[in-house]
């Protein structure tokens, strides 16, 4: 059974910083190319960060030169650590694989993790 879970997220000043975390589980995802989501009520989930099987990035526009995507392919995990946050950066955050895993014809999502970037 295919599973994301992610945390680390939380409530931080402007300009501050946060690392989140996402174990996934139930498939081997060294293979995978994998990604950090983000998406806020009343907007479609997009695509911040990417991370392929051979460490390649990308990066939205929106958060290059802040945000970085790393992983660790024994634990099966993917982290984001986010430097210099902003406002708008407030959303949850989701990893994925890149493009979204689907299993039975439904792509699997796990709960995200709340980032709120508030004074």
């Known amino acids: 059974q295919v599973q994301f879970v992610e945390s680390g997220g939380g409530l931080v000043q402007p300009g501050g910083s946060l690392r989140l975390s996402c174990a996934a589980s139930?498939?081997?995802?060294?293979?995978?190319?994998m990604g950090w989501y983000r998406q806020t009520p009343g907007k479609q989930r997009e695509l911040v960060a990417t991370?392929?099987?051979?460490?390649?990035?990308n990066y939205a526009e929106s958060v290059k030169g802040r945000f970085t995507i790393s992983r660790d392919i024994t634990k099966n995990a993917v982290y984001l650590q986010m430097n210099s946050l902003k406002p708008e950066d407030t959303a949850v955050y989701y990893c994925?694989?890149?493009?979204?895993?689907?299993?039975?014809?439904?792509?699997?999502w796990g709960q995200g993790t709340q980032v709120t970037v508030s004074s």
């Open positions: 994925n694989t890149d493009p979204p895993i689907v299993v039975g014809g439904r792509q699997i």
């Open positions: 139930g498939r081997t995802f060294a293979f995978y190319a």
């Open positions: 991370i392929t099987m051979t460490g390649s990035t």
